[in-house]
């Protein structure tokens, strides 16, 4: 071995070693997750009645125990009030949202200037009799007429009835198209064999023990004409028994995000996309049954011009005992193909070794740990206000989670600060000390900090903030090396462990600018739809800790200081996004921040002075993209409440 050949052999121990201590972070990260559920669990039940009533024993046995209260913020919604309009928004979702003799008659009258007809396809195998006249039925009562229903069975001899309503189905409608295969072949096999049949310009993918919204069609035409949509999809609930009205749970999704949907199958159904989109003989690929659909809607999506989302519930997912609804593990082997589908997605970009395991919220939600290929040297941007000693914190915690901080800059207010910090970490070659000039605003110290950094990325760390997770700017360079992400900040967490920020929503929270979502939220809450478990796209994060390429930066021309005190963290992801930039939010680079829990940062008058004029400032510099709506959440949702309360039921 040559000593070329000796450096690549040692550079890919290293990479491995890397990644296995990767591996083993995450495993750590949900073994105290799973402790931390079960205290939370334990203090339950030290809450309970029957607790409480055995007090007197437990006194006199081991003494008083004083459990801790901590106050709701008023923009978090109590469990019996959620839980309320839960139910509440189940019954006004259900039947009740079907279209009256009216509206049915108007949408059914809607003429359009082009001829385009749905293909429906639904693989049949053994389909209790109640399931698929409820599936047909909702395809025939469709207020959209253009459509072909394409059904390939699969069915065993004892399920002979499945043919017999089919042929009498199709007998009495044209537009039903049905074949009895030789032999059942699965999913895919059954989907491509209705895939075959179909003649129409976009393919629809639909379950045969599931119900469409009669306006699903109608509503989806109108995204194709509208949006010049190729691929669309919408809103989903999951219900039991024999009626969509005995719902589960509600799925309000966002619009197309590409790190969410590689984390997690949001999409899900109903998909209709076109079919020139198809470029390959089959729909699904058989190496991935049982995530047959994540690979394909991954696959799709990544070629679609338009992937448009219509933000309303018209596909209604039937649990029941088997179906994956109901309980992951009734196809454990769905989690192996899903994760084989997302590997070889990412491989089709370039991207390679990365370790895909599931999180505590769901089997088939996932931490991605990317591979980090870049070389780019990391810059620390550290702001030290006069006598500020909380720095030394934050100083301490960057050298427990990075062993090879290539440079950390401290940027001083004035001289004297300065050579005192230089004296005082001499001793520290990548620490380096500069003064700042006039302002002395947050967003103009990491200006400052920012002109002076040598790395090819950016760490802006707001004072006071104390690193947790082990490998914490590895977390945020894995998102932050590619060329399509613009900023990545992580979830922070004030000292009592609940949530400070898990990412910012446009619109959201009491002055309607941006918010923080699932602010105050305990840490154990796996999160709306598990979202505080995985890593995805959001419109802007936090400036507590977050990292941008140096190049990204300078391109949209830094922080904007005009923004002395809010919202110039917000300000600059919103400007990476109109540089067609995707920011991430990952829940696995946590840190406490040091701020006064739920409650405001404008509690002084000159505060709310700042903050009255910079609210007005940001609103209007992103007038057009507030009042269009954060894309990373769904108008279904209140903009009043941080923790996803839906505005379908009103205050």
């Known amino acids: 071995m040559n000593e070329k050949e000796e450096l690549q052999y040692l550079k890919e121990q290293v990479r491995k070693l890397k990644q296995e201590n990767r591996e083993l972070s995450s495993k750590l990260a949900i073994t105290e997750a799973s402790k931390a559920e079960t205290e939370e669990n334990l203090s339950k039940i030290k809450n309970s009645f029957a607790w409480k009533m055995a007090k007197p024993l437990r006194v006199v046995r081991a003494g008083f125990v004083r459990l801790s209260y901590y106050k709701t913020p008023k923009n978090i919604m109590s469990k019996a009030e959620y839980k309320r309009r839960l139910k509440k928004a189940y019954v006004i ?8 003799e009216a509206k049915r008659k108007e949408e059914e009258d809607t003429r359009y200037e082009t001829k385009i007809t749905f293909s429906v396809l639904v693989p049949l195998y053994n389909t209790p009799e109640k399931f698929l006249r409820d599936m047909i039925d909702s395809v025939r009562t469709q207020t959209y007429k253009d459509w072909e229903l394409c059904l390939a069975d699969g069915s065993d001899q004892e399920h002979a009835y499945v043919g017999e309503i089919c042929a009498k189905y199709a007998a009495d409608d044209e537009r039903i198209r049905y074949q009895k295969l030789d032999k059942n072949e699965g999913i895919s ?113 990544s070629l679609a011009k338009n992937v448009v989302h219509v933000p309303k519930i018209l596909y209604y997912w039937r649990a029941h005992a088997g179906s994956v609804a109901s309980d992951i593990n009734a196809k454990f082997y769905a989690v192996d193909a899903a994760k084989r589908a997302v590997d070889d997605h990412l491989n089709q970009f370039g991207i390679y070794n990365t370790i895909i395991t599931s999180t505590r919220a769901f089997e088939t939600i996932f931490r991605l740990q990317y591979e980090i290929t870049t070389e780019g040297k990391v810059s620390y941007i550290l702001p030290v206000p006069k006598k500020d000693t909380s720095y030394l914190d934050t100083l301490d915690s960057v050298g427990k ?71 914490f700017a590895e977390e945020l360079l894995m998102y932050a090396q590619r060329d399509d992400i613009g900023a990545v900040g992580g979830k922070y967490l004030f000292a009592d462990k609940k949530i400070q920020h898990a990412g910012l929503i446009l619109g959201l929270g009491d002055y309607g600018t941006v918010g923080h979502v699932h602010y105050g939220c305990e840490y154990t809450h796996i999160g709306y739809m598990g979202r505080l478990c995985y890593a995805q796209n959001m419109s802007a994060v936090s400036g507590n800790a977050m990292m941008v390429k140096t190049v990204d930066w300078e391109k949209v021309g830094g922080f904007d200081e005009n923004f002395e005190r809010f919202y110039y963290d917000a300000d600059l992801c919103m400007k990476l996004r109109a540089q067609k930039k995707l920011n991430v939010f990952t829940p696995f680079a946590e840190a406490y921040v040091e701020e006064i829990p739920y409650a405001p940062a404008d509690t002084d008058e000159a505060g709310k002075n700042i903050l009255q004029k910079e609210n007005k400032a940001f609103q209007t510099k992103w007038e057009k993209e507030i009042a269009k709506g954060d894309p990373y959440y769904n108008p279904n949702f209140s903009l009043k409440y941080l923790d996803y309360t839906l505005k379908v039921v009103k205050d």
């Open 189 to 301: 096999g059954n989907t491509n064999a209705c895939f075959r049949m179909a003649t129409g310009d976009y393919i629809g993918l639909f379950d045969h023990d599931d119900i469409l919204h009669p306006s699903a069609f109608y509503e989806y035409r109108k995204a194709i004409d509208e949006q010049n949509a190729d691929y669309v999809y919408c809103d989903e609930a999951t219900f039991k028994g024999d009626s969509i009205n005995d719902m589960i749970t509600l799925h309000f999704k966002p619009d197309y995000a590409l790190d969410t949907l590689r984390a997690n199958n949001y999409i899900c159904h109903f998909s209709l996309f076109k079919r020139e989109l198809l470029s390959e003989t089959e729909l699904f690929r058989t190496a991935f049954d049982g995530s047959q659909d994540h690979d394909m809607i991954l696959r799709l999506t």
């Open 93 to 100: 979702l259900g039947t009740n949202s079907f279209p009256d």
């Open 401 to 471: 989670t990075d062993e090879e901080v290539a440079e950390l800059i401290l940027v001083a207010e004035d001289e004297t600060e300065a050579a005192a910090m230089k004296e005082k970490h001499a001793d520290l070659p990548f620490v380096k000390v500069i003064t700042a000039s006039e302002k002395h605003s947050i967003p103009a110290l990491f200006n400052e900090g920012a002109k002076a950094a040598a790395g090819e990325y950016l760490l802006f760390l707001k004072p006071g903030i104390k690193l947790i997770s082990s490998d």
